[in-house]
């Protein structure tokens, strides 16, 4: 459901993927649906799992998982460059660093060690 909204929102501020010449046949796609799939899980654990978001292992899945997004987006940001055109966007060796922290981070909040 959240992703249908988020399909909604971006059509409506135009933040589409458009497809190139050699797929006519594929409609716009949103770019940034990840924000979507973050808010969804974290909405879900507040609805249907409220007693586990007090616990350590949760905060620490949600720790890395909210830098990781946060990463794609400004990595899509930039790669759209404002102008709807896909441009090259963050190097993948920042984005593998980023994941790798967010590795960390996750064992370090939750207690894993």
């Given at each position: ?64 998982s909210v ?45 894993i060690s």
């Amino acid at each position: 459901m959240v992703a249908i909204f988020g399909i909604e929102v971006f059509a409506k501020w135009k933040i589409l993927d458009k497809p190139g010449p050699d797929v006519p046949a594929r409609a716009g796609v949103p770019n940034m649906q990840g924000i979507f799939l973050i808010l969804g899980f974290v909405g879900s654990m507040l609805i249907f799992f409220p007693e586990y978001l007090h616990q350590k292992e949760f905060l620490g899945l949600l720790c890395g998982s909210v830098l990781i997004g946060l990463v794609e987006t400004v990595d899509t940001i930039i790669g759209l460059n404002y102008t709807g055109l896909k441009t090259r966007g963050l190097d993948k060796k920042i984005r593998l660093l980023a994941q790798i922290i967010a590795i960390f981070i996750a064992m370090f909040v939750g207690g894993i060690s």
